[in-house]
């Protein structure tokens, strides 16, 4: 009998041991994506609460974890990272930086989804406030041009052509 019990033991042990093993193997990933989120929504309520600072900061350490900007956490950061940038230069039109970095953030953040139109009319806005019309001509006429973008934008970048 203590034979048979000693292997039931062992066989416990196994299984509980593979079983950490399996749950330590995505818990990982799991816990991050959980984190990710809730700095997610953290930062969202620091801009809301126009805690531009601290908003970036959340944002800016979602995507420190995951610098391929491959989950949809880490997409959302960028694109909320690109929108606290957009309003710090909102806030003090003198401060450019604000509006280069929205600008680079969100042109990738169009790369990822072409389809992201919020992110496209970000864009352009912000070159035409920085008075750089070649470059937002250049913007809209890639967009309206890039047959991998849904017609729908794609017409709508015609349309702001024509005007």
Same mark, same amino acid.
Request: proline share 2%.
């Given at each position: ?75 959302? !950061?960028?694109?909320? %990272?690109? =929108? $606290? ?10 401060? #450019?930086?604000? @509006? ?21 009319? !970000?864009?352009?806005? %912000?070159? =035409? $406030? ?10 809209? #006429?890639?967009? @309206? ?19």
């Amino acid at each position: 009998m203590s034979g048979e019990s000693a292997m039931k033991n062992s066989l416990k042990g196994i299984v509980a041991l593979c079983l950490l093993v399996a749950v330590s193997g995505t818990g990982c990933s799991y816990i991050r994506r959980i984190n990710a989120q809730r700095k997610l929504v953290d930062g969202s309520t620091e801009y809301k609460n126009r805690k531009f600072d601290k908003a970036e900061e959340l944002f800016r350490s979602v995507l420190d974890g995951e610098p391929e900007v491959e989950s949809k956490e880490a997409r959302a !950061a960028e694109v909320f %990272l690109a =929108r $606290t940038m957009h309003q710090r230069y909102l806030s003090n039109t003198k401060e #450019t930086g604000y @509006a280069e970095k929205a600008i680079d953030l969100y042109v990738s953040a169009v790369k990822r989804s072409p389809s992201d139109e919020k992110s496209f009319e !970000a864009v352009g806005g %912000l070159l =035409r $406030t920085l008075k750089r019309d070649d470059e937002w001509k250049r913007w809209v #006429t890639d967009r @309206a041009n890039n047959e991998t973008v849904p017609k729908g934008p794609r017409a709508n970048a015609f349309v702001q052509l024509a005007a």
